[in-house]
Every structure is written in structure tokens, then in C-alpha cells.
């Protein structure tokens, strides 16, 4: 079965500290990987994007990796400020034989980040 | 361009009666998905289309769902005889194929708000 987790839950730090939140998927055949931001009651606020033939993608102090072979993802935040609080989730889209695979993402259950001042 | 819109954006209906939802998509982007979100958990995949063709749908969407995309534009998603376990945030989606939309696309999904449903 196709699934995505994502460790830890919950995480509280305190203002600019960098921090690392994971992703792990259990089949390496995806197409590609989407990070996303949701905050309370929100939609979702796509952050960075990494295909199955990239490494890794950076968009400001945000920096995802993607590792296929141990099927894991990370989101890198540097300097986290309050603004950074929200839910983090991470999806993937599965390849398909042969073709381009851009179907339906799976979603992790998120993590909740919180950074206090 | 304006981006994903839904409507409405809240919901509140007694069980038993029919709800609507509608879902724009960005303009020039062919691929339009519905989830569906419960508190605490990540978004849960109902449907897809390309243009006007629905090309799958999950389990989770019962015979009481129905979307449709009849002019490959907007979606509607329909729930007949509402239960209080479709109490949910419906999500609306969309995206294009490679050369789908008006140049080559990388396949990224954009969310709209979302619409909250509350049935009592």
C-alpha cells in the first residue's frame, strides 16, 4: 500500500532556530514530491516542489531534499520565525509505467509547527 | 489570474439534505481535484478530471457524492441526504498535464480555501 508519514505530530521551538521536518513514503516509485503550508482554517499554500530526478529544491530560508532509495523527504527551515507557525504537509504523486503520473497526491497527516518568540 | 476559488465557504445544513460546492480552477490549467480534510488529518483524495472527463474516483466517495465538470471549466460536488460524518473542509484543486495548459507545467497542485461543512 502507497502511504506517506510524517514525524513528528507536533513540534515546538523557539524563534530562530532551524529545524528539520520529515517525510517518509513507502514505495520509492514516485513522480514527484509537493511540500505544503496550511494555516488554521485555510487552504493550502504550495511551498516547494521536487521531481523524482532532482535532489533537492530551495525557495528563501525553506529547503526540501528528497532521497528515494530510503523513501524519505525533509523540509529544512532556517531561522524560524513566529510567522513560520502552521501545519506543514507533505504529498506525493505516485509514477506509473512509462508515462507521466500527474494524477492524485497523497497526503502525510502534517505536522504542526509551532515557534514561539 | 486569481487563482483557485470555492464556494461557499462555509456550510451549515441539517442532516439529510443536499449540499453544493463549486470550484473554479487557475484559468489555463486543464486537471481539477477534489479531497476532502477532517480535523487533525491530511487531505483524503475523492476525485479527479482532465478537462470534462472524470478519470477516477475513490472509494470514499459513496453514492451519495457527485461531481461533475461538464465544460472542463468549473466543478460542482454534490452530497445528497448529508450525514454528520460529512462534516469535513472540501478542498479544490488544480493543475496541468505537461503541455496541457499554455506551456510546459511541472504538474503543481494549487489549493483553493476550501469549503467547510457542517451538518448538525
Known amino acids: 500500500k502507497q502511504e506517506v508519514t510524517q514525524i513528528p505530530a507536533a513540534l515546538s521551538v523557539p524563534e530562530g532556530e532551524n529545524l528539520v521536518l520529515n517525510c517518509s513514503f513507502t514505495?520509492?516509485?514516485?513522480?514527484?514530491l509537493q511540500w505544503f503550508r496550511q494555516d488554521p482554517g485555510k487552504g493550502l499554500t504550495s511551498l516547494l516542489l521536487?521531481?523524482?530526478?532532482?535532489r533537492e529544491q530551495t525557495s528563501g530560508r525553506l529547503n526540501a531534499s528528497l532521497d528515494k532509495s530510503s523513501g524519505r523527504s525533509t523540509l529544512y527551515i532556517a531561522a524560524s520565525q513566529p510567522g513560520d507557525s502552521a501545519t506543514y504537509l507533505c504529498?506525493?504523486?505516485?509514477?506509473?509505467?512509462?508515462?507521466?503520473?500527474?494524477?492524485?497526491?497523497?497526503f502525510g497527516q502534517g505536522t504542526i509547527l509551532t515557534v514561539h518568540p | 489570474d486569481t487563482g483557485v476559488s470555492q464556494d461557499p465557504r462555509h456550510k451549515i445544513t441539517k442532516r439529510g439534505q443536499n449540499v453544493t460546492f463549486r470550484c473554479d480552477p487557475i484559468?489555463?490549467?486543464?486537471?481539477l481535484y477534489w479531497y476532502r480534510q477532517t480535523l487533525g488529518q491530511g487531505p483524503e483524495f475523492l476525485t479527479y478530471?482532465?478537462?470534462?472527463?472524470?478519470?477516477?474516483k475513490s472509494r470514499l466517495l459513496s453514492d451519495r457524492f457527485s461531481a461533475e465538470r461538464p465544460k472542463g471549466s468549473f466543478s460542482t460536488l454534490e452530497i445528497q441526504r448529508t450525514e454528520q460524518g460529512d462534516s469535513a473542509m472540501y478542498l479544490c484543486?488544480?493543475?496541468?498535464?505537461?503541455?496541457?495548459?499554455?506551456?510546459?507545467?511541472?504538474?503543481?497542485?494549487?489549493f483553493g480555501e476550501g469549503s467547510r461543512l457542517t451538518v448538525l
Open positions: 521536487i521531481q523524482s530526478s532532482q
Open positions: 484559468s489555463e490549467h486543464n486537471r
Open positions: 478530471f482532465q478537462n470534462e472527463a472524470q478519470l477516477e
Open positions: 514505495d520509492s516509485a514516485i513522480y514527484n
Open positions: 504529498a506525493v504523486r505516485w509514477g506509473v509505467a512509462g508515462g507521466t503520473s500527474y494524477g492524485k497526491l497523497t
Open positions: 484543486a488544480s493543475s496541468s498535464t505537461p503541455y496541457g495548459g499554455r506551456g510546459p507545467s511541472t504538474g503543481e497542485l494549487f
